[in-house]
């Protein structure tokens, strides 16, 4: 089943704060429906693209008059505000800075009271395209993301209460968050307009390759043309696949050949994806970082330890690929990753602030943003509707439920019936999520699609309406009410265990292709001996992946779902 277009739609925009400062008490639980369903992800983007089957398909650009300028400033605002750590020090732009490919150019960044972290930190460019955040993924969106740094000792090591209040007790902020939320200060909605600001001004859509890809000519060096078919043939678009080059599957660092070698040792720190699944098998797993950028965001790998791109290149082809690449394949190919970045990037961080380079209620001043970072018309139009969050509301398969006429409703207050509408259309949506799911498996392992971002997306749009699913309309009550959450939160639990079947099916989809890619592509300097027998071992990948479609298919989230239907059926 295909996803048959989804591109990112003009960004919600136009927030109307008559309709916001609507006189009706806000529905607290339409209001909870709708934060926990969130929008759809944008790893699944461009899907209509000539190119959305193949390895690479261009990022699209928002177009500048579509952004919501008053939740623009509101969360560049508290992106900046270093009143969110303990010791007033720390803010989210310290460790995640434009002038550093989105990083800090550490090898761990330097939390509240100058406590050391314990990773190198992730770029923001491109993040609200990733399946995940943070190392170990344990962040579903960049909205849950946003207030992790706020709590971890490490980082800005606060409370969030005392935070909610410092913003209540602020001279501008209660005004600015009543524009544009109808509930006001909340934990959620402060770390929904840091997601905002994040995903609009760190998206970048305007590379050399990018443009590339979308069919401009004279944008890539024949060095990097050479890179990039390099890239290819030796299995590196294994793991760097889709709109974001990555961040679309875990993998384990050193899969062919082990990456603790001397000098390096292992430690807590490098444990990964295990601290969070208790599988011994995700030992030093980690999300696949996106190569957008990647040029500025040394130095390198979840632990810093690498100080330069052609160093990365060379440890990856040897830990990840079982090859000695030769000095002209690692100049290439980092000259086609130098090709993913470049300047400008983003939004300049100069006049951006209360009251600088951004009117309220209007959109972006057209000298507010740089013009490779977004552009007009690079997005299709007539988007979302007032009130909706996020940028890049998507359309999904035609051939799968859609979204209600109420999912459109502004959520200040709902009108009657709508909730219902709402709730009824993500019931809808998980029951035939697994068919989606093992449509997207399939089409990956047959080679229909040579990337991951379709799977990612469906398991995204199932884990947000199922968690939507846990706040059902205000009307039910009592032991009715109870039943619907205790079944929602049954299907969430079976929806979060698929995580794990997703990610071992698409580690063995990508050694399939490592092992491919020795058999297409024979190493000359070679640290292949790790492999063993090539043709035995891309046997038992290809094995794996079949259980774990397998293993899909015996999931129960059909027939949970189902359930939650005849019981929301049986009190509307």
């Given at each position: ?193 840091i997601a905002y600001f994040q995903t609009v001004n760190f998206t970048r859509a305007s590379t050399p390759f990018v443009r590339h890809l979308n069919g ?357």
């Open positions: 089943m295909r996803i048959k277009h989804v591109s990112i739609t003009a960004l919600c925009l136009t927030l109307g704060s008559a309709l916001l400062h609507a006189a009706e008490t806000p529905d607290q639980a339409w209001l909870d429906f709708n934060n926990a369903r969130g929008e759809a992800p944008l790893i699944g983007a461009n899907a209509d693209h000539p190119l959305a089957l193949t390895a690479y398909r261009p990022v699209q650009a928002f177009a500048i008059g579509d952004i919501d300028a008053n939740k623009m400033r509101l969360g560049f605002d508290l992106f900046h505000e270093r009143r969110l750590s303990v010791d007033n020090t720390v803010g989210c732009n310290s460790c995640h800075s434009g002038m550093f490919g989105g990083t800090d150019g550490r090898k761990v960044s330097i939390g509240a009271n100058g406590v050391l972290g314990n990773l190198n930190a992730p770029t923001t460019f491109n993040a609200a395209m990733n399946f995940r955040q943070f190392w170990d993924g344990r962040a579903v969106t960049l909205t849950d993301q946003a207030t992790g740094p706020v709590e971890s000792e490490l980082e800005m090591a606060h409370d969030l209460s005392d935070v909610l209040s410092l913003l209540e007790n602020d001279a501008n902020y209660p005004a600015e968050f009543a524009g544009i939320y109808p509930d006001g200060i909340t934990t959620h909605n402060m770390a929904d307009a401009e000519e004279g944008q890539l060096s024949e060095q990097a043309l050479r890179g990039w078919d390099r890239f290819d043939e030796v299995g590196c678009a294994s793991c760097h696949n889709g709109i974001n080059l990555g961040g679309n599957s875990y993998q384990q660092l050193g899969a062919v050949s082990d990456y603790f070698v001397e000098p390096r040792t292992a430690g807590p720190n490098d444990n990964g994806l295990i601290n969070r699944s208790g599988r011994e098998n995700d030992k030093h797993v980690f999300k696949v970082p996106t190569l957008h950028g990647v040029a500025e965001t040394a130095p390198y790998f979840h632990d810093g330890s690498v100080e330069t791109l052609e160093q990365a290149i060379e440890e990856m082809g040897r830990s990840q690929l079982g090859r000695s690449l030769s000095q002209q394949d690692i100049d290439d190919i980092s000259a086609f990753l130098r090709s993913l970045g470049g300047r400008p990037m983003g939004m300049p961080m100069m006049g951006m602030g209360r009251g600088m380079g951004m009117r309220q209620g209007g959109g972006m001043q057209q000298g507010g943003m740089h013009q490779g970072g977004m552009h007009q018309g690079g997005m299709h139009q007539g988007g979302m509707q007032r009130g909706q969050g996020m940028p890049g509301r998507m359309n999904t398969d035609p051939a799968a439920p859609q979204a209600s006429a109420s999912e459109q409703t502004p959520i200040a207050a709902a009108p009657a019936g709508s909730h219902n509408e709402a709730y009824q259309s993500a019931i809808a949506i998980t029951e035939t999520a697994k068919n989606r799911l093992l449509a997207e498996m399939e089409r990956i392992r047959t080679g229909e699609v040579a990337h991951y971002d379709f799977l990612q997306y469906q398991h995204l749009e199932l884990i947000r309406h199922a968690r939507a699913l846990h706040h059902p309309p205000s009307g039910i009550t009592g032991n009715k009410r109870e039943q619907l959450v205790s079944l929602a939160e049954q299907l969430l639990a079976e929806t979060n265990q698929l995580e794990w079947v997703i990610a071992d099916f698409l580690r063995a989809r990508a050694l399939t292709q490592i092992l491919g890619a020795h058999s297409d592509q024979p190493a000359s300097g070679t640290v292949t001996g790790t492999l063993g027998d090539t043709a035995a071992a891309l046997s038992a990948q290809q094995q794996l992946a079949q259980s774990k479609i397998r293993e899909l298919r015996d999931s129960k989230i059909d027939s949970t779902a189902a359930q939650l239907n005849e019981a929301f059926l049986a009190v509307r």
